[in-house]
């Protein structure tokens, strides 16, 4: 898989060359913090053949991928890979390396990271097992439990069900009006609605 860093990305879009740029994080997250001329397309309605039309035909341009940190966009870029799409490039450190980097991005409204959503809600459940396990029933000490080998699987096989379900809770979604759909669509041509 091909990686270029923050900086060589940046480098290439103030020369001018058109660069089809795909933020995968959830509508919220991208909304809370975003490369200007990005586009939002979630890794979990991730459609490859969607994503390329919105590249409008420019089938020699490279499709570039990122996310908060780099795991998302790997992700993304192992699909569209297997769906034959062969030109795509994983941004480096995704948007936590571009804010290091010092390179401008666009601000919005603040929002919960995914990755702490999962921790919060993993702690959450085990906590109330343990409680309800103890003073209840010890077969309530079975959703820690179950909580905990979720966890496990997540770790191996660096797919976390939860996150998966937690991106498409309400509150990690953007109305479908006004900026925060303008944000969602805009890219390379219309620059000017990314602010």
């Given at each position: 898989m091909n990686t270029i860093s923050p900086k060589q990305l940046h480098e290439l879009h103030e020369q001018g060359r058109p660069v089809h740029l795909f933020d995968v994080r959830t509508p919220a997250e991208f909304r809370e913090v975003h490369v200007a001329y990005a586009q939002n397309a979630p890794l979990e309605s991730l459609d490859p053949a969607a994503l390329e039309r919105r590249c409008n035909g420019t089938s020699d341009?490279?499709?570039?991928?990122?996310?908060?940190?780099?795991?998302?966009?790997?992700?993304?870029?192992?699909?569209?890979?297997?769906?034959?799409?062969?030109?795509?490039?994983?941004?480096?450190?995704?948007?936590?390396?571009?804010?290091?980097?010092?390179?401008?991005?666009?601000?919005?409204?603040?929002?919960?990271?995914?990755?702490?959503?999962?921790?919060?809600?993993?702690?959450t459940l085990v906590l109330v097992g343990s409680v309800l396990g103890y003073l209840v029933s010890p077969y309530w000490i079975g959703l820690s439990a179950f909580v905990g080998a979720g966890l496990m699987f997540a770790g191996i096989t660096d797919t976390c069900g939860m996150g998966m379900v937690l991106a498409r809770m309400p509150w990690n979604q953007v109305p479908a009006e006004g900026d925060a759909a303008e944000n969602a669509t805009c890219g390379p041509s219309k620059a000017k609605c990314c602010g």
């Open positions: 341009q490279p499709i570039y991928v990122m996310c908060r940190s780099g795991n998302r966009s790997t992700k993304a870029c192992q699909a569209l890979l297997a769906a034959g799409v062969d030109r795509v490039v994983n941004v480096e450190g995704g948007t936590a390396e571009w804010e290091r980097a010092g390179l401008p991005v666009v601000r919005g409204q603040k929002t919960i990271s995914l990755e702490r959503q999962v921790r919060i809600a993993a702690g």
